[in-house]
């Protein structure tokens, strides 16, 4: 059987006016700041604590994924089309795509199948500028320090070889991770090494996404850290009154984006940080925006458990008060297959004791998300490859976890095809199962933060510091930082730092190289192993599979 290619899927829907769709949520036309006739940026005063408070918020997290993902975002826009067809008010929340991925490796991230959001185009590409906005902001601080290296007038004495801060491009461009600046002679600055980070790696998009209002949002953009002056002081963003100028290129990019989904739903999308690299989920306005206007919020976390939903429940929940509800775990069985010992060429082909290998890697995942004090349900996100046999299976062993696992066809057939998981996740919050709390407190030591994931949710055995880390430690200490939350650079690939170990690797070792620092955005980054927080480019790009015709329809974005 021929399926239709989601972008083919995506152009073929008639969207509805954006105020159409604001209407279901109790949203007025004059509050909507329209971006044609499909997008609209929500102001901030339509969010309301009270219901906040009183209202359900859904994680959607996954297993150790393959690199082609298994489908997070499709499950989450699916269960939200679901919740909306048993009754349920239920609004969808996203991150925004990069365009690095969206040309490199995955081709997009507005869903799949009968499970996206529209316009799917727009949102892959510029959307409504807030990633340019990012971009922009982050690169003026970078612009104003190297001027006042340069400068003599109101020169803060910065030390050039301290500079922590790095200029951003939202694309893949491995050449540009370590360069120089400043060659050609006095009038073009004073040299010295430096490089780019990918856009969601940007402090300012951590912060973007911390942010609770504006003013909140300048006074984490002025305590940006950026490195010392000579005599060894500590130099941060507001030295050089660089806050309110980056704000206003943020004034726009903090208003949380309204667009729809297939089935003519709400769905807000806003932020956009790697969850690898960062802290993997959407601002804590959007959150609350969507808590304020619908009884359901479907939200989702980048990559594993590991990584996305532990930083959604350790940072974004403890920080903003969020209570999530149930949290929903995406297994495929060929990423199962994969846990088990099968290789690439293999995913695809049946193999139950594959499977039952690799569920060891999803029962850790379940055994974490306890550890909040919130009950998963296991969403089998189907393929045509899928036997019965691995499937039951699946289901069985859940249940003796006493774990409901659905398979979900949202992908294939909508809403329609996601009813009984949404079933499930409604049974877990009206059954009033969760009492969320974090794993650790703020305020705890950092080495003892650091290791209580390495342990609790890695599986690790011990942590070891380079010399480089521990220097790090006592330069937090030195710098009164030792409260903030921590956010872990690491493999998406393993549990481990190493991303061969998969499956549920037990008794490792993992290395903390080194720890940075965002005073802005509130936490420090403990870096295991080599991590890249500038991709590069696959050997075939997915751009070199993307077309446009001479009406402007673009085909190879999937």
């Keep these: 059987m021929a399926y239709l290619s989601d972008i083919a899927i995506a152009q073929s829907k008639t969207m509805q006016p954006i105020a159409s769709i604001a209407k279901k949520m109790g949203i007025r036309e004059d509050d909507l700041e329209l971006y044609g006739k499909y997008k609209a940026k929500l102001p901030l005063h339509l969010m309301d604590d009270k219901k906040v408070e009183e209202n359900h918020l859904i994680l959607v997290t996954a297993l150790t994924p393959t690199p082609a993902g ?15 067809k048993i009754g349920e008010q239920a609004v969808v929340v996203l991150r925004e795509p990069s365009l690095g991925p969206v040309f490199g490796i995955k081709g997009g991230a507005a869903g799949g199948g009968y499970s996206q959001v529209v316009p799917m185009e727009d949102i892959n590409l510029h959307f409504t500028g807030d990633f340019n906005a990012v971009e ?12 006042n290296i340069q400068s003599r007038e109101n020169n803060l004495n910065i030390d050039p070889r301290t500079i922590l801060w790095k200029r951003v491009i939202d694309m893949n461009d491995r050449s540009l991770r370590h360069i120089t600046i400043g060659l050609g002679g006095t009038t073009n600055g004073v040299p010295r090494e430096d490089g780019f ?54 004034k726009d990019a903090i208003k949380p984006n309204l667009v729809q989904t297939l089935e003519e739903n709400p769905a807000i999308i806003h932020g956009g940080p790697f969850a690898n690299i960062a802290q993997g989920t959407n ?42 509800k149930a949290v929903v775990l995406v297994a495929t069985i060929r990423a199962l297959r994969h846990h088990g010992g099968a290789l690439k060429d293999a995913y695809n082909r049946p193999d139950l004791d594959r499977v039952k290998e690799g569920f060891k890697n999803l029962e850790k995942h379940i055994e974490n998300i306890r550890k909040f004090n919130i009950e998963p349900v296991v969403a089998i996100n189907n393929f045509v490859s899928d036997s019965l046999q691995e499937v039951d299976f699946v289901i069985e062993k859940c249940q003796s976890l006493g774990v409901q696992a659905v398979v979900s066809k949202g992908w294939e057939k909508g809403g329609e095809g996601t009813k009984k998981l949404a079933r499930a996740v409604v049974d877990v919050v009206e059954n009033n199962v969760a009492q969320y709390k974090p794993l650790y407190d703020w305020k705890s030591p950092v080495k003892e933060k650091i290791e209580t994931i390495a342990r609790e949710i890695y599986g690790a055995k011990t942590v070891e510091y380079s010399k480089k880390a521990q220097l790090n430690l006592r330069r937090i200490d030195r710098l009164g930082f030792n409260d903030f939350a921590v956010c872990m650079a690491k493999t998406q690939k393993s549990f481990s730092d190493n991303e061969k170990l998969i499956g549920r690797p037990e008794g490792f070792t993992v290395t903390v190289r080194e720890i940075e620092i965002a005073a802005g955005a509130q936490f420090i980054i403990p870096i295991l192993g080599k991590m890249m927080r500038m991709p590069g480019l696959p050997s075939v790009p997915a751009s070199e599979g993307m077309t446009i015709d001479s009406k402007g329809v673009i085909s190879g974005l999937s």
């Design 197 to 250: 980070n990918i856009t969601p790696a940007s402090e300012v998009m951590a912060i973007l996404c911390m942010a609770t209002d504006f003013e909140n949002l300048k006074e984490r953009l002025g305590n940006i850290f950026i490195g010392f002056t000579y005599d060894k002081k500590p130099i941060f963003a507001k030295d050089l009154k660089a806050e309110n100028a980056m704000a206003i290129l943020l």
């Design 283 to 324: 601002t804590i306005i959007a959150t609350k925006m969507g808590l304020s206007l619908s009884n359901y919020v479907v939200t989702e976390a980048g990559f594993g458990a590991d990584l996305g939903a532990e930083k959604f429940l350790n940072i974004k929940s403890a920080y903003a008060g969020l209570k999530p």
């Design 70 to 84: 298994e489908g997070k975002t499709t499950i989450s826009i699916g269960l939200t089309e679901g919740l909306n």
């Design 136 to 147: 922009k902001a982050n690169n003026l601080l970078s612009a104003l320090i190297d001027n």
